[in-house]
């Protein structure tokens, strides 16, 4: 197996690009430093290459199973939980009251990388559980925190987020799960949910479920939703469980990939038995899963980026060690044959694949920057421009994480398409990533119908301040010109923002909305583009003087990445510009009748 990230490159990342030392001056993160990260992150590597990665394609081959009455998954699962748990992973960020280690998100997120990468699909019901917490913990009364959030925390209960209904999908103003009340302040819970990741299984003693539903004479549309918690069994004040809570699963889903985890369909209150807890206020059920969504959308955007990764690095590998043809230039058929990264197609599927995941993993490490900086000294330019780039993080990893597993499998040829290599399942459960948490057009609405002009847009104008900065300081030989291209590339967005920004105005919605979706990649490819010339930028101060021959090698494979992305990808939005800006209609006024 190859290994699960480059290390240099996640140091890199954390400590030179985004300063993670820095955080250290924030009194919530005084008691740590750089060796105190760094010790996190050689736990969590260990933890996710010994109990994590080994059993990867196990829980694939053997995803869980219902014999009517229990879920049953490989106890690799339970194991891999455990160790996570004991850990003290679960509750990272949290306050060293609450047991936890009052981690930056920066470093949890990195920490988070390594199992990603090890086993997305085990490791999911750990990233379930901690955002179920979270949101407990931010929103829920003194009683419900003390009630459930401790077991969450140390890994009796796990958690979940039950929104999706079976004739509604991303619809949640349309969601018909109603919530009645009961005299002693509960709610009796009726509906059901399905797509509901790690919905029920046999891992933890108890299941926390945060499910949306309506409040019976509540409003209908998004203003009518609130949020409630829902146990599997009814849970005392003290943790200890009394009994079944009417929460049946109807069956498990059969997935394409992310097979270990399971993927259900429950019912709520089949018997009238089901007790619900409402969260906060009634009516505010969207805001408050929102904190859970966002979190959600960010870890997407990360297991797209890592699950990407492994695949880059497990077809690196392979390319560097199979012998295959020779160089066009060498007609001696007698001529030992090379190692097929020789090949210049072969080098650029491999170059596509880094600039795609090392891009992406950028992207997402400067979301949870971003994340630390609001959070723990209260600076909200850092949360509006967080807000803005939510739909992109995302996104991008989601899209082009895929593709680099789709050229991973082609760096292999036939053996890439063969179970015998973990390619095929590296592909099938990154393709989960661009359907969940919000598809590709959900999220181009967001950022271009709301995002972009809030606050009178100015997390846009701070994004823009930003990739100026980074434009500025391109000073050496070998970026002057990467950023004169990335200027001129930057100038046409901002173009096309202005001009659809117009539309909207004057009220023509569907025309300025019609083609979002190749708005949020245009989008996505100039904030990556600008994360490159950052990390080339960054690259050239900490290695342009050493000596170390892997120093020099790590700073060309950077310089060399950072071009391929603004000279191969970059110019793509060119036409996608022409289209948002001419207003093209093909898709728009395609009717029904003529498919």
């Not at 004739?167 to 509960?186: E, M």
């Not at 089901?274 to 805001?287: R, S, V």
């Not at 690196?316 to 210049?344: C, F, M, W």
């Not at 919605?509 to 989008?523: E, F, I, K, P, R």
Request: contains cysteine; charged residues 20%.
């Amino acid at each position: 197996m190859a290994q699960l990230i480059n290390d240099k490159d996640l140091n890199f990342l954390l400590f030179d690009v985004f300063k993670a030392q820095d955080l250290t001056h924030y009194p919530r993160f005084y008691e740590h430093d750089a060796e105190t990260f760094k010790s996190i992150l050689e736990t969590a590597q260990g933890i996710a290459q010994d109990f994590f990665a080994p059993h990867n394609a196990t829980a694939d081959q053997n995803e869980p199973t219902f014999d009517g009455q229990q879920v049953k998954t490989i106890s690799e699962v339970k194991t891999a939980w455990k160790q996570f748990a004991d850990a003290g992973l679960l509750c990272a960020q949290h306050d060293y009251d609450a047991g936890g280690m009052q981690l930056p998100t920066l470093i949890n997120m990195a920490a988070n990388a390594y199992f990603m990468s090890a086993n997305p699909s085990s490791v999911a019901y750990s990233f379930l559980t901690a955002a179920a917490a979270n949101v407990i913990q931010a929103f829920g009364t003194t009683e419900q925190k003390d009630r459930f959030v401790p077991h969450m925390f140390s890994g009796r209960f796990a958690g979940t987020m039950a929104m999706t209904e079976p004739d509604v999908g991303s619809s949640l103003g349309d969601l018909t799960t109603k919530a009645i009340p009961q005299a002693d302040g509960t709610y009796l819970i009726k509906g059901q949910k399905m797509f509901i990741s790690g919905g029920d299984q046999d891992i933890t003693e108890n299941i926390v479920h945060l499910v949306l539903a309506r409040i019976q004479d509540a409003p209908q549309g998004v203003k009518g939703i609130s949020l409630f918690i829902v146990p599997k069994f009814k849970t005392l004040s003290d943790g200890s469980l009394a009994g079944a809570n009417d929460v049946q699963l109807a069956g498990l889903l059969h997935k394409m990939g992310y097979r270990g985890t399971t993927s259900t369909v429950l019912s709520f209150g089949e018997k009238d038995q089901c007790t619900g807890y409402l969260i906060g206020e009634a009516g505010a059920g969207l805001k408050y899963m929102f904190k859970m969504m966002n979190e959600a959308r960010v870890g997407v955007g990360l297991g797209a980026a890592m699950i990407g990764y492994r695949g880059y690095l497990e077809s690196l590998e392979y390319a560097k060690n199979r012998p295959q043809g020779r160089l066009v230039s060498d007609k001696n058929p007698a001529a030992k044959p090379v190692n097929i990264i020789q090949h210049t197609d072969v080098k650029r599927m491999l170059l596509a694949q880094k600039s795609y995941v090392e891009g992406a993993l950028a992207l997402c490490l400067f979301a949870a920057r971003l994340i630390d900086e609001h959070q723990a000294a209260n600076n909200e330019d850092s949360a509006l421009l967080l807000d803005l780039i939510i739909p992109v993080v995302k996104s991008f990893p989601s899209a082009y994480g895929p593709k680099a597993n789709d050229l991973a499998i082609q760096v292999l040829g036939g053996a890439g398409y063969t179970r015998e290599y973990p390619l095929e399942q590296c592909y099938r459960d990154n393709r989960l990533n661009p359907i969940h948490e919000g598809t590709f057009g959900i999220q181009s609405l967001d950022l271009l119908g709301r995002k972009l002009w809030q606050h009178n847009s100015k997390g846009l104008m701070l994004l823009l301040q930003r990739m100026q900065n980074t434009i500025d300081q391109a000073q050496h030989p070998k970026t002057q010109a990467l950023a004169a291209i990335f200027s001129a590339h930057l100038n046409t967005v901002k173009k096309t923002t202005q001009s659809l920004g117009q539309v909207l105005a004057q009220g023509r919605v569907d025309q300025a909305l019609g083609n979002s979706a190749l708005y949020l990649d245009m989008m996505g490819k100039v904030i990556i583009s600008w994360l490159w010339l950052e990390m080339a930028n960054q690259a050239l101060v900490k290695f342009e003087h050493s000596d170390l021959a892997e120093d020099q090698q790590f700073l060309a494979g950077k310089l060399q990445a950072t071009q391929y992305f603004i000279r191969w990808e970059l110019p793509e939005i060119e036409h996608q510009a022409k289209l948002l800006l001419e207003l093209d209609d093909t898709c728009l006024n395609m009717q029904e009748s003529w498919f």
